[in-house]
């Protein structure tokens, strides 16, 4: 097992802007692949000379007609691309919950272009939110207007993944209303 810097940077407190501005300069000092996830990310360790700290990269960019799960299924349309990485982060910042997710960078490494996301050690999983009885923030008082979404995310969502986005969100008072809201968003 490498041994990794992960708690480096946690000791000075930066902002996003830094955080961004050190994941798309710093040199990448160390790599090993990952042994989780489905698309098995880098775990790249950066350093600026004074900063010392991981981050994942995952450079997965799949469109292929058709796609065999592992399941059996067949997904027709299938995209997986570190895109939505970055597009999930940008829309994270529009609304207020980027503090619920790493900060996403795109960047190149050993010629492939790919999301780079700052490493975060695990604090909390949902399970044990749970048991300490802690509550998300509230979605309802979050404003997005789909214009500065569209201009966040524009290059990383094509316009058709967008339209499919907006079709999913239309579902939901659907779905709701048949099932009941705790079926539906729990």
């Known amino acids: 097992m490498l041994p990794f810097a992960a708690s480096a940077a946690d000791e000075t407190p930066l ?10 300069t710093a040199e990448i000092i160390k790599s090993a692949p990952s042994t989780k996830g489905v698309t098995h990310p880098w775990r790249l360790t950066l350093s600026n000379g004074t900063i010392v700290h991981d981050a994942a ?11 065999k799960l592992e399941s059996g299924k067949v997904e027709l349309g299938f995209v997986d691309s570190y895109k939505y990485n970055i597009a999930a982060y940008r829309l994270a910042e529009l609304v ?3 503090d619920l997710l790493p900060v996403y960078v795109e960047r ?3 010629g492939k272009t790919g999301s780079l996301g700052w490493w975060l050690p695990v604090k909390m999983d949902d399970a044990e939110r749970i048991v300490k009885k ?10 997005l207007n789909s214009d500065e979404l569209t201009q ?3 290059d990383y969502l094509t316009k058709d993944e967008m339209a499919r986005r907006g079709k999913i969100v239309a579902t939901f008072p659907n779905l709701i209303a048949q099932k009941g809201e705790k079926e539906v968003l729990y």
């Not at 802690?134 to 404003?143: D, S, V, Y």
């Open 15 to 24: 902002t996003k802007e830094q955080i961004k501005q050190f994941l798309q």
């Open 134 to 143: 802690l509550e998300p923030p509230n979605p309802e008082k979050k404003a």
């Open 152 to 154: 966040k995310t524009k």
């Open 57 to 67: 990269f995952q450079p997965v960019d799949e469109h292929k007609a058709e796609m």
């Open 108 to 110: 190149n490494w050993k």
């Open 96 to 98: 207020g919950l980027d």
